[in-house]
């Protein structure tokens, strides 16, 4: 504490501490010998600096908690509330915290030393302001946390000019082994110091990104209303009160920022408010029931942002990087950037009723190079978001320049403060990390407007996905600096438009300059490859679709989710992303098939082939050609072609069989591929392979069928005329029986006139009774009369048929 720094903000040079440790050296050597006592207030001097641990921190730690005002004006009485743990062995008795202010930094640069040496007992940290803005203690045990609370008027501070001023919190005492007052612990941070309002406030625009990871997939369900399903329950937990996305709404609604939307979000969100599935194991899904809390959000983003400036990121928010550095070479990747970006306007519009900027392209990290910039502007966009340790100052600039640079080919780089950007990153869900953040956020603000009288445009350009600790820490800050005096709020648009520092860098670095850290995240060339395999698999499907946006928008996003940003780290995941949008476009492109057939057997020379194309899709199919092809044309062909083709229609649901007429040339078995075809010549689906085995009627067998076919008829003809003279004949017999029974009649004896039994039927002396040609069987009224003679008894002669 009490060594002196060679500059504002900077350590000892190394001569000073060598004769620093000498003096101390020399000096314990009559006390470790007890040849002289020096007075207590000479041992407390020289043993304030010397209770370290091994990384220069002292055994005691500090913690400020809470610091307000976070930028103090005359009048104000400044709050400092914490806590100090001694992590030594010994008790430490009679301490105490006070506050150490020290002079006013000089530059940024010398901010950023101070930060990174917080709580090294090394240092200029002034003097304590003491007296009664104490927090004393009798004792400190070992391991327990107490809390400590110091509140002391502004004016007791002795702070000059305007300026940031390092304030430390330091904890004093001593311990059995050095029993005299030392500092044992100290946390460094800053005070910025600005009473009236500034001539030239900062322009600042703070940029409040609504962005997420992928929630929902390729799937939709059968209905009318394409059910979507989501991946997980993930996007509800962020909605919830208190998650993430619902602290980020709650914060931004409050402040004067630009809103930086992924539509990917909204379209997500939206789609929860109706009915949605979740995907569970397997193929099973189970419904989502969070609509209500999906709807309150959307409700509170379309009242936040009303009024507000709203730019729109491509649909899903690609990674540009990625897609310069590995995608540019795969064709049909800059033109998914481009649907991302067409779809992206109609997103925000359709879900929040407000007209979004799409003039804007984010890089990852603000980082570019000039194959980022080329890809960045071929979607329409003219503005590029870059970022200060990316398009760095090369010049001699004393000053920090405004965002807004052109860099050619009519396109405006942007560029967001490094210092400010990057101010929250981190675990900041201590209190003590997010007050050390926005005091540092509020010190590099007032001192980058200290450093010019000259009017600047800054932009604040956090990180895309905050956490809720790192969302609450900014917005804190942001609310400080609006309600400061050096910084005015200002739209992204009007920063874009901001005239230009002429001594600005506008020149971008190159490809080599990008990132290593950054370049290992990207996606790889084989995603996009595989991203281009999924869109040809599309374009080749929807042409046969009758209703072929109920397919292309919902696979359309998720290729657009294939390249966003939120993959970065998560290799793994993106892949199996990609591989179930592809998984699941092949399974829909399967449902329309050709059944399997198995041998088909053709008699004659020709003959039809019936193929059978089945459609399990819930719509139907058209603009499909069935081409059935022959691989042996000499044995079978389609009229006088190896092939036929037929247009086929199938409704959803249905199956229907195309038949084919062919014609044998040769015996024999022959290989016949069936084949579905779009009407510009694409194969779809796979092919059905199947043999026909022809077999050929020869003349001579033609011939024989004939003569057995004349055999028949004549026989047919002989057993007709032979049954007509035999009924003849019958109908002569018995008209000559009936004439000699009227001459009996006269000589019988009996009643000449008597009624005559119908079922008795008179017998001629020269019948036979039993069975044979002449017996006499009952006739029907069907039988006609005989037209054939008796036959012979007699064997018949040779080549004579006999009638059985």
Same mark, same amino acid.
């Given at each position: 504490?009490?060594?002196?720094?060679?500059?504002?903000?900077?350590?000892?040079?190394?001569?000073?501490?060598?004769?620093?440790?000498? !003096?101390?050296?020399?000096?314990?050597?009559?006390?470790?010998?007890?040849?002289?006592?020096?007075?207590?207030?000479?041992?407390?001097?020289?043993?304030?600096?010397?209770?370290?641990?091994?990384?220069?921190?002292?055994?005691?730690?500090?913690?400020?908690?809470?610091? +307000?005002?976070?930028?103090?004006?005359?009048?104000?009485?400044?709050?400092?509330?914490?806590?100090?743990?001694?992590? $030594?062995?010994?008790?430490?008795? $009679?301490?105490?915290?006070?506050?150490?202010?020290?002079?006013?930094?000089?530059?940024?640069?010398?901010?950023?030393?101070?930060?990174?040496?917080?709580?090294?007992? %090394?240092?200029?940290?002034?003097?304590?302001?003491?007296?009664?803005?104490?927090?004393?203690?009798?004792?400190?045990?070992?391991?327990?946390?107490? /809390?400590?609370?110091?509140?002391?008027?502004?004016?007791?501070?002795?702070?000059?000019?305007? !300026?940031?001023?390092?304030?430390?919190?330091?904890?004093? $005492?001593?311990? +059995?082994?050095?029993?005299?007052?030392?500092?044992?612990?100290?946390?460094?941070?800053?005070?910025?110091?600005?009473?009236?309002?500034?001539?030239?406030?900062?322009? @600042?625009?703070?940029?409040?990104?609504?962005?997420?990871?992928?929630?929902?997939?390729?799937?939709?369900?059968?209905?009318?209303?394409?059910?979507?399903?989501?991946?997980?329950?993930?996007?509800?937990?962020?909605?919830?009160?208190?998650?993430?996305?619902?602290?980020?709404?709650?914060? $931004?609604?409050?402040?004067?920022?630009?809103?930086?939307?992924?539509?990917?979000?909204?379209?997500?969100?939206?789609?929860?408010?109706?009915?949605?599935?979740?995907?569970?194991?397997?193929?099973?899904?189970?419904?989502?029931?969070?609509?209500?809390?999906?709807?309150?959000?959307?409700?509170?983003?379309?009242?936040?942002?009303?009024?507000?400036?709203? #730019?729109?990121?491509?649909?899903?928010?690609?990674?540009?990087?990625?897609?310069?550095?590995?995608?540019?070479?795969?064709?049909?990747? *800059?033109?998914?950037?481009?649907?991302?970006?067409?779809?992206?306007?109609?997103?925000?519009?359709?879900?929040?009723?407000?007209?979004?900027?799409?003039?804007?392209?984010?890089?990852?990290?603000?980082?570019?190079?000039?194959?980022?910039?080329?890809?960045?502007?071929?979607?329409?966009?003219?503005?590029?978001?870059?970022?200060?340790?990316?398009?760095?100052?090369?010049?001699?600039?004393?000053?920090?320049? +405004?965002?807004?640079?052109?860099?050619?080919?009519?396109?405006?780089?942007?560029?967001?403060?490094?210092?400010?950007?990057?101010?929250?990153?981190?675990? &900041?869900?201590?209190?003590? @990390?997010?007050? &050390?953040?926005?005091?540092?956020?509020?010190?590099?603000?007032?001192?980058?407007?200290?450093?010019?009288?000259?009017?600047?445009?800054?932009?604040?350009?956090?990180?895309?996905?905050?956490?809720?600790?790192?969302?609450?820490?900014?917005?804190?800050?942001?609310?400080?600096?609006?309600?400061?005096?050096?910084?005015?709020?200002?739209?992204?648009?009007?920063?874009?438009?901001?005239?230009?520092?002429?001594?600005?860098?506008?020149?971008?670095?190159?490809?080599?300059?990008?990132?290593?850290?950054?370049?290992?995240?990207?996606?790889?060339?084989?995603?996009?490859?595989?991203?281009? =395999?999924?869109?040809?698999?599309?374009?080749?499907?929807?042409?046969?679709?009758?209703?072929?946006?109920?397919?292309?928008?919902?696979?359309?996003?998720?290729?657009?989710?294939?390249?966003? @940003?939120?993959?970065?780290?998560?290799?793994?995941?993106?892949?199996?992303?990609?591989?179930?949008?592809?998984?699941?476009?092949?399974?829909?492109?399967?449902?329309?098939?050709?059944?399997?057939?198995?041998?088909?057997?053709?008699?004659?020379?020709?003959?039809?082939?019936?193929?059978?194309?089945?459609?399990?899709? #819930?719509?139907?199919?058209?603009?499909?050609?069935?081409?059935?092809?022959?691989?042996?044309?000499?044995?079978?062909?389609? %009229?006088?072609?190896?092939?036929?083709?037929?247009?086929?229609?199938?409704?959803?649901? /249905?199956?229907?069989?195309?038949?084919? @007429?062919?014609?044998?040339?040769?015996?024999?078995?022959?290989?016949?591929?069936?084949?579905?075809?779009?009407?510009? !010549?694409?194969? =779809?689906?796979?092919?059905?392979?199947?043999?026909?085995?022809?077999?050929?009627?020869?003349?001579?067998?033609?011939?024989?069928?004939?003569?057995?076919?004349? *055999?028949?008829?004549?026989?047919?003809?002989?057993? =007709?005329?032979?049954?007509?003279?035999?009924?003849?004949?019958?109908?002569?017999?018995?008209?000559?029986?009936?004439?000699?029974?009227?001459?009996?009649?006269?000589?019988?004896?009996?009643?000449?006139?008597?009624?005559?039994?119908?079922?008795?039927?008179?017998?001629?002396?020269?019948?036979?009774?039993?069975?044979?040609?002449?017996?006499?069987?009952?006739?029907?009224?069907?039988?006609?009369?005989?037209?054939?003679?008796?036959?012979?008894?007699?064997?018949?002669?040779?080549?004579?048929?006999?009638?059985?």
């Amino acid at each position: 504490m009490a060594e002196a720094a060679d500059s504002p903000g900077m350590t000892p040079s190394p001569a000073r501490r060598w004769l620093r440790r000498t !003096g101390a050296l020399l000096a314990g050597v009559p006390l470790l010998a007890g040849l002289l006592q020096l007075p207590a207030a000479s041992a407390q001097a020289a043993g304030q600096t010397s209770v370290k641990d091994a990384s220069g921190a002292g055994t005691v730690a500090v913690a400020v908690d809470s610091l +307000s005002p976070g930028a103090p004006t005359e009048g104000d009485t400044l709050t400092v509330s914490g806590t100090v743990v001694n992590n $030594g062995r010994q008790a430490v008795t $009679g301490a105490h915290v006070g506050l150490w202010v020290g002079s006013a930094f000089n530059t940024r640069s010398a901010i950023d030393t101070a930060a990174k040496n917080a709580e090294s007992l %090394s240092g200029d940290d002034g003097s304590e302001v003491g007296g009664k803005y104490v927090a004393k203690f009798a004792k400190l045990t070992p391991g327990v946390a107490e /809390h400590f609370s110091i509140s002391v008027p502004v004016d007791k501070l002795d702070l000059g000019e305007d !300026g940031v001023y390092p304030l430390g919190v330091a904890l004093s $005492g001593q311990t +059995s082994a050095r029993p005299w007052e030392q500092v044992l612990g100290i946390q460094r941070t800053f005070l910025p110091w600005q009473p009236e309002e500034a001539d030239t406030p900062t322009r @600042t625009t703070v940029l409040w990104p609504l962005v997420s990871s992928v929630h929902m997939t390729a799937e939709t369900g059968s209905n009318a209303q394409q059910t979507p399903v989501f991946l997980n329950d993930d996007l509800a937990g962020e909605l919830a009160p208190g998650g993430r996305l619902d602290q980020l709404l709650s914060l $931004g609604k409050e402040l004067d920022v630009t809103w930086v939307i992924d539509p990917d979000l909204l379209a997500s969100v939206d789609a929860m408010t109706g009915s949605y599935r979740i995907r569970g194991d397997g193929d099973t899904t189970t419904a989502g029931t969070h609509q209500a809390l999906a709807k309150q959000w959307l409700a509170e983003l379309q009242e936040a942002v009303l009024g507000k400036e709203v #730019v729109a990121l491509p649909f899903a928010d690609p990674d540009l990087a990625s897609l310069a550095h590995n995608g540019t070479g795969v064709a049909g990747s *800059l033109s998914q950037l481009k649907a991302a970006t067409d779809v992206a306007a109609t997103t925000v519009e359709t879900v929040l009723h407000v007209t979004p900027s799409t003039d804007f392209a984010w890089p990852v990290d603000g980082a570019v190079d000039p194959s980022i910039v080329k890809v960045a502007t071929s979607a329409g966009a003219d503005k590029v978001i870059a970022r200060g340790d990316s398009l760095a100052e090369t010049g001699d600039l004393t000053y920090t320049p +405004s965002a807004a640079r052109p860099i050619g080919g009519g396109t405006t780089a942007v560029v967001a403060d490094a210092r400010l950007s990057t101010g929250f990153q981190g675990d &900041l869900t201590k209190a003590s @990390t997010s007050t &050390l953040a926005v005091q540092e956020f509020l010190a590099q603000s007032l001192a980058l407007n200290l450093q010019t009288a000259k009017q600047r445009s800054v932009v604040v350009a956090p990180q895309r996905v905050p956490t809720a600790g790192q969302a609450r820490a900014l917005a804190t800050a942001v609310t400080m600096l609006q309600g400061g005096t050096w910084s005015q709020a200002q739209q992204l648009t009007a920063a874009a438009k901001a005239k230009p520092d002429p001594g600005a860098t506008t020149k971008v670095p190159s490809r080599s300059a990008y990132p290593s850290s950054l370049r290992k995240q990207e996606l790889p060339r084989s995603a996009f490859e595989q991203i281009a =395999y999924t869109q040809d698999r599309l374009d080749n499907f929807k042409v046969i679709l009758a209703n072929e946006a109920r397919v292309v928008t919902p696979f359309g996003r998720a290729m657009n989710r294939e390249m966003t @940003t939120s993959w970065r780290g998560r290799r793994s995941a993106a892949s199996s992303f990609r591989q179930s949008v592809q998984d699941y476009l092949d399974t829909l492109t399967g449902q329309v098939k050709l059944i399997d057939k198995s041998e088909t057997k053709l008699s004659g020379r020709s003959a039809t082939i019936p193929v059978t194309v089945q459609n399990n899709l #819930v719509q139907g199919v058209d603009h499909l050609i069935l081409r059935l092809t022959s691989t042996n044309p000499t044995r079978l062909e389609f %009229s006088d072609e190896p092939y036929a083709e037929q247009r086929v229609t199938v409704s959803g649901g /249905h199956s229907t069989t195309v038949k084919f @007429t062919t014609s044998a040339n040769v015996n024999g078995q022959t290989r016949v591929i069936a084949q579905l075809y779009t009407e510009d !010549g694409q194969k =779809y689906g796979a092919e059905v392979a199947f043999d026909v085995r022809v077999t050929e009627i020869t003349a001579t067998v033609m011939l024989v069928i004939g003569g057995g076919v004349l *055999l028949l008829v004549l026989a047919g003809f002989r057993m =007709y005329t032979q049954r007509k003279r035999a009924a003849a004949r019958e109908t002569a017999e018995t008209a000559q029986d009936g004439e000699e029974g009227e001459d009996g009649a006269d000589e019988a004896d009996g009643p000449a006139d008597g009624p005559e039994d119908p079922e008795r039927r008179q017998t001629r002396p020269d019948e036979k009774s039993g069975s044979g040609a002449g017996a006499a069987d009952p006739e029907q009224p069907s039988d006609g009369t005989p037209d054939t003679a008796v036959e012979s008894v007699d064997p018949s002669g040779t080549g004579e048929r006999v009638d059985r």
